[in-house]
């Protein structure tokens, strides 16, 4: 079985001296298990996709820069039957963060979100008010990496109007509420690996800084989840991630209850480093999900 490993022309932005390469340490790690496996960008025009049984998607950490080109990528490889993990219908659903709005009329919790599409009158205002905050975030429904994402107050919205119906009327947009947990504790991430959980690390913001990424500053540290917080989001993956090769699930812990942020299912970043026998774990998650399909 011959596996391409997908990441991305390589950008400083989406890089940090702080943050271990998961990329070539897992890449080095399958091929010392011999699977025969080759690195790939998921864009380069050269590439022979039909020498390929299986593309696993490991870091397109610009896909969101390109989304037509994205998309129309991937329905290539389903039209040459190339099977891809995650599934396509799952990064097609995971890549518009829409998807929250199904999760919530699934009946879990997410981060109170409203969806703002291009072109729509927005009373910021009534925003304030709706979810009695100081502050709003406001962040493109495709995105990644606090891609444009603007930290909006009452103080500073005269002066943002301008911009923010200028970033309007090119895409939709989700304004949320600040969490100021996420400031003072952090996020939680868990990772899990079809379907099982592995391990759950929490991200915090550098002091003065709300985004929890390696490039702006964040720092990460080991947890064991409560048995509460574990159960929640096992719900989420059972309910949303079936087939995944990988699911890591974002959010904050608000007055005792658990609040999706994201469930990542394209390009997250595993911390595979930061788990005892994390790059085995993923070894393993594959070769159950590409052994079971051999023999279906």
């Known amino acids: 079985m011959k596996f391409a490993y997908v990441c991305y022309y390589v950008k400083e932005v989406y890089s940090a001296a702080s943050m271990p390469d998961e990329d070539n340490n897992l890449l080095q790690f399958l091929q010392h298990k011999e699977l025969d496996i080759t690195r790939e960008v998921w864009n380069d025009p050269t590439v022979q996709w039909e020498q390929y049984d299986v593309v696993l998607l490991k870091s397109p950490w610009d896909y969101h820069e390109q989304i037509d080109t994205f998309k129309a990528w991937l329905a290539d490889l389903d039209a040459k039957n190339i099977r891809l993990l995650n599934p396509y219908n799952t990064v097609l659903w995971n890549a518009d963060k829409h998807y929250l709005q199904e ?21 910021w205002d009534q925003l304030f008010e709706q979810y009695n905050a ?9 995105s990644a990496g606090a891609k444009e994402t603007i930290v909006l107050t009452k103080e500073n919205l005269p002066g943002l109007r301008p911009q923010l119906a ?8 989700m304004v949320q509420p600040f969490m100021d947990t996420i400031a003072h504790f952090g996020e939680y991430s ?5 379907g099982v959980f592995s391990h759950a690390i929490v991200k915090k913001p550098k002091p ?8 702006y500053g964040g720092t ?9 917080l574990k159960a929640t989001c096992d719900a989420y993956v059972s309910k949303f991630a079936k087939g995944c090769l990988y699911a890591r699930v ?14 990542e299912m394209i390009e997250p970043y595993l911390f595979l480093s930061m788990h005892e026998g994390g790059f085995e774990t993923y070894y393993q998650a594959l070769m159950q999900l590409t052994h079971a399909a051999s023999f279906a």
Do not use: W
């Open 103 to 123: 999760i919530e009329a699934a009946g879990l919790p997410i981060i109170p979100s409203t969806f703002i599409e291009p072109h729509t009158p927005v009373n």
């Open 134 to 142: 100081l502050k709003l975030v406001v962040k493109p429904c495709i």
């Open 166 to 173: 200028q970033m309007l009327a090119k895409e939709a947009y």
């Open 190 to 194: 868990l990772l899990y690996f079809n």
């Open 208 to 215: 003065g800084d709300f985004r929890v990424q390696y490039q």
């Open 220 to 228: 990460v540290v080991n947890i064991a989840p409560s048995p509460a």
């Open 250 to 263: 974002d959010g904050v812990e608000v007055d005792g209850q658990f609040q999706l942020m994201e469930l």
